[in-house]
């Protein structure tokens, strides 16, 4: 399936974490989102690996995904291997996107590090013609990162304010991870990650006078093709 944005995440939850309202705000617009995890989450401290596939399904019909991957790479255990390469690229051929995002590449989980390496290769090799020939090269136009638990510097941000309850939503769909309860091990997540996800946004929002914003850096410098236009 073609699609106009790939999102990258270590786990199901990830993406959701960081651009939830990204998401939601550009599948309402008509464009075509999708998801890709690279693992099953197999190393999780709580739920099961069959609940948090359930959880990422409903999350995705929350934010009105295209479609939603799963590498099975596993969990704990990515690296930058020729062998994770060429899955995350192929990914990217399968669906010719305009658009990938990835998680930034600092960040206190060294999967979401390595994920954010991982698809920084791969972006780069997916247009390499004698690279995996089997497969058409693909050019990805654009390549931004957003935040996970720790943020950088924010090089843009969008404006989620009329998307923030679908957001919120998406994020408690993954129960196993964010709710207390009887068996449940405490992790940072469930104490309180949720609250904490949205005072980001507010503040990320609060220095363009927005309730709510999700923060993206780039590697590259972002291009404007007209000053104003994103005022109109």
């Given at each position: 399936m073609s699609l106009d944005i790939l999102i990258f995440g270590a786990h199901a939850d990830d993406a959701e974490i960081g651009m939830a309202g990204t998401i939601a705000k550009h599948t309402a617009a008509g464009l075509?989102?999708?998801?890709?995890?690279?693992?099953?989450?197999?190393?999780?401290?709580?739920?099961?690996?069959?609940?948090?596939?359930?959880?990422?399904?409903?999350?995705?019909?929350?934010?009105?995904?295209?479609?939603?991957?799963?590498?099975?790479?596993?969990?704990?255990?990515?690296?930058?291997?020729?062998?994770?390469?060429?899955?995350?690229?192929?990914?990217?051929?399968?669906?010719?996107?305009?658009?990938?995002?990835?998680?930034?590449?600092?960040?206190?989980?060294?999967?979401?590090?390595?994920?954010?390496?991982?698809?920084?290769?791969?972006?780069?090799?997916?247009?390499l013609r004698n690279y995996m020939p089997d497969m058409p090269a693909v050019q990805v136009k654009e390549l931004y990162f957003y935040f996970i638990n720790d943020i950088g510097p924010t090089d843009l941000i969008v404006d989620i304010s009329e998307h923030y309850e679908q957001k919120e939503t998406s994020l408690r769909c993954y129960r196993s991870q964010f709710e207390l309860g009887e068996g449940v091990v405490s992790t940072p997540l469930n104490q309180g990650y949720i609250e904490r996800v949205r005072a980001r946004d507010s503040l990320l929002g609060q220095r363009s006078l927005i309730p709510f914003a999700e923060g993206f850096a780039t590697i590259t410098p972002y291009v404007v093709h007209q000053f104003g236009a994103a005022a109109q």
């Open positions: 075509k989102v999708g998801v890709c995890d690279l693992t099953r989450a197999e190393m999780s401290s709580n739920g099961t690996v069959e609940r948090r596939t359930e959880e990422a399904e409903q999350a995705s019909r929350v934010l009105g995904l295209s479609c939603r991957t799963n590498l099975d790479l596993p969990d704990r255990g990515l690296y930058l291997t020729p062998e994770h390469v060429q899955a995350v690229t192929a990914e990217i051929r399968r669906h010719a996107p305009r658009m990938v995002f990835a998680p930034y590449w600092e960040d206190r989980h060294p999967d979401h590090v390595n994920c954010s390496k991982l698809v920084q290769e791969a972006v780069f090799n997916a247009k």
